[in-house]
């Protein structure tokens, strides 16, 4: 891999980090918000370190040859160490719990990134290697060691990750958290993968053979993805709350996009349905978007038939459709019915006789955004009357 190979995830996750930095800093008190901000900073830094071009300059710097080696190793078990104390405090449990483990994970990486500095100052390793030091020094006393030490921080970590969110995602229920952990479960699986390449190339030296392609070519692509992964996958938890009312509010503001213009043609005479700007809050949009629709079935109000909603409930109840799809089926081909009378210069009923809204719409009044979807796909004509007309709506509903 070039250097390009590994300050584009560098990048990316340096992105992620600028994005949530602003958040994370304000909660830095936090014991999970801090594995965040740690995680989040040593990701990058882990990828830029690594590159190639990095560890020159870094041996350059000290004029020690390979002196990039220890800190980069290092740089991953802190990195490690974090995804495993976040994985702890997001899982939650009783506090003191949760301080136990957290000390007893803390001690354990930060005596394994002691041994590493410790390693590299006893061993010698007087050729410099950009990208395959690893095989290179895999029979080199202390520096083997050294090598095997950091490779067993990554296996760890990502071997009690893996299982921790493999039986977590099967017990929760919010689909934004059971998302998460299996994204995360995706991407420490490729962790796990980078692991056993180095290892399997690792143990071919040991043995006398040559897969040092595993280690330089194979393994560097799945540790640049499976952090990325990984890393999305910590962060789906900090952005869902936030994002999912928007992406409800997106979503239903063009589902009632049908019927919105439908109503805004017939009782406006415009094809647009008044929005606020596009730069307006979605949210807004999508409540006020919803306020002009009952608007306009509060006028349409008096062509409402509730015995024609009544038929093409109990139509749709045959064909097997449970109760609230009926009733928004039935919702639907009334309120077409209703434009078609009032286009048709039909007489409205008499103010006494007509239905309040929650009247005539029943249970679909509050599932509009259904409702405008449902009618949209209506096709046929509409019946104004059905109530002297059979009307089995056998197109719709099929």
């Known amino acids: 891999m070039t250097g390009t190979d590994y300050y584009i995830p560098s990048l990316v996750l340096g992105v992620a980090l600028l994005v949530k930095l602003p958040t994370l800093w304000r909660g830095r008190r936090d014991p999970m918000l801090r594995s965040v901000l740690v ?10 370190l690594a590159a190639p071009p990095s560890i020159q300059a870094i041996n350059r710097t000290t004029g020690v040859p390979n002196a990039a080696a220890p800190l980069v190793y290092s740089t991953l078990c802190a990195l490690s160490c974090a995804s ?31 041994s590493i500095f410790v390693l590299f100052a006893l061993g010698n390793a007087p050729v410099e290697r950009l990208q395959d030091l ?5 029979n080199t006393p202390f520096i083997r060691e050294m090598i095997v ?17 493999w039986i977590w995602a099967r017990e929760v229920t919010l689909p934004w958290l059971r998302r998460a ?16 390449a180095k290892l399997l190339a690792i143990s071919a030296r040991w043995a006398g053979g040559d897969l040092d392609f595993l280690s330089t070519s194979i393994a560097p692509p799945l540790a640049s993805v499976g952090a990325v992964v990984t890393t999305a996958g910590f962060l789906i938890p900090l952005l869902a709350p936030r994002l999912a009312p928007r992406w409800t509010a997106h979503r239903a503001f063009h589902r009632l996009g049908p019927l ?15 929005t606020p700007p596009r730069w307006r809050d979605i949210e807004l949009r999508a409540t006020l978007r919803e306020s002009q629709i009952t608007d306009h079935l509060l006028q ?20 097997g459709h449970i109760d609230d799809d009926a009733a928004v089926i039935a919702a639907a081909e009334m309120v077409r019915s209703a434009i078609v009378a009032h286009a048709a210069g039909h007489t409205p009923a008499d103010p006494a006789d007509t239905p309040t809204l929650p009247m005539a719409l029943g249970s679909a009044a509050q599932r509009l955004a259904d409702v405008s979807r449902h009618f949209a796909s209506l096709r046929g004509p509409a019946v104004p009357h059905p109530a002297a007309t059979a009307h089995p709506l056998e197109s719709t509903l099929r």
């Open 181 to 196: 952990l299996r994204t995360l479960v995706v991407g420490v699986v490729l962790s796990l993968g980078f692991c056993a």
């Open 260 to 274: 919105a213009k439908a109503l805004s043609e017939t009782l406006t005479g415009s094809s647009v349905p008044m």
């Open 300 to 319: 349409l109000a008096p062509y409402f038939d509730i015995a024609q909603r009544q038929a093409v409930y109990e139509d749709a109840r045959s064909h």
């Open 84 to 114: 495993l104390i976040l994985i702890l405090h997001w899982r939650g449990g009783p506090p003191e719990k949760l301080r136990r483990q957290t000390r007893r994970w803390l001690f354990f990486y930060v005596c394994l990134t002691v």
């Open 39 to 48: 995680l989040l900073c040593m990701a990058p830094t882990s990828f830029a």
């Open 134 to 138: 690893d095989t290179y020094y895999a």
């Open 149 to 165: 030490a950091y490779l067993i921080g990554l296996t760890t970590a990502s071997a009690a990750i893996t299982v921790t969110c």
